[in-house]
């Protein structure tokens, strides 16, 4: 059995995206277990915290702090919720007769 070209370059770069992600992943974990067993930090990798009305997303991994602010990504999926409960409601009332 033949493998493509075509084959070979995409399981090449699955692999190798696979290999950077696990990677990524493991440093993440070791950051985490040795601030928690070496400096006693019990901070979550990230969090999302709701304070006076904003959503935000905190990021603490590989000594970087970021926060980014999710309360328009809240609110778009707070509005697609609602536009799915009203077609469901639309459609079972269709359906209902």
């Known amino acids: 059995m033949k493998i493509s070209h075509e084959t070979k370059c995409f ?13 990524i992943a493991g440093l993440v974990a070791a950051d985490c277990n ?12 990230a969090c999302i915290v709701q304070e006076g009305g904003r959503t935000e997303l905190r990021i603490h991994a590989l000594g970087v702090k970021k926060s980014m602010d999710l309360t328009a990504a809240e609110e778009a999926a707070r509005q697609a919720q ?8 639309e459609g079972e009332k269709m359906f209902s007769g």
């Open 11 to 23: 399981l090449a770069s699955f692999f190798t995206t696979l290999c950077v992600i696990l990677l």
């Open 34 to 45: 040795s601030r928690r067993v070496g400096f006693g930090i019990d901070d979550p990798v």
């Open 82 to 89: 609602r536009v799915i409960w009203e077609i469901a409601r």
